[in-house]
Nanobody, 111 residues
Framework: QVQLVESGGGLVQAGGSLRLSCAAS????????VAWHRQAPGKQRELVAS???????NYADSVKGRFTISRDNAKNTVSLLMNSLKPEDTAVYYC?????WGQGTQVTVSS
């Protein structure tokens, strides 16, 4: 059974930082693309960052230069380091891999 579990969300002031983590079981990260998505209230879920199995990363324009996705294939984990957070980054953040979504973790950025 594939399972993704996120952690690390919370409340932070604008300009602050948070690190989200996602731990996987039942799946091998090393052969899959892993990604972080987010969904703000009243908006569609959107891709934030992805990491392909070859190491190529991709970021939404809105987070380039502020967010960094990193993966540890040995530990089957992926992280999202978020710096210079803005109120518009407020959303539920989801980990995604091979057709499976995590339960999401809330990130709230206060102004």
């Amino acid at each position: 059974q594939v399972q993704l579990v996120e952690s690390g969300g919370g409340l932070v002031q604008a300009g602050g930082s948070l690190r989200l983590s996602c731990a996987a079981s039942g799946i091998i990260f090393s052969i899959n693309t892993v990604a972080w998505h987010r969904q703000a209230p009243g908006k569609q879920r959107e891709l934030v960052a992805s990491s392909a199995r070859g190491g190529t990363t991709n970021y939404a324009d809105s987070v380039k230069g502020r967010f960094t996705i990193s993966r540890d294939n040995a530990k089957n984990t992926v992280s999202l380091l978020m710096n210079s957070l803005k109120p518009e980054d407020t959303a539920v953040y989801y980990c995604y891999c091979a057709g499976t979504w995590g339960q999401g973790t809330q990130v709230t950025v206060s102004s």
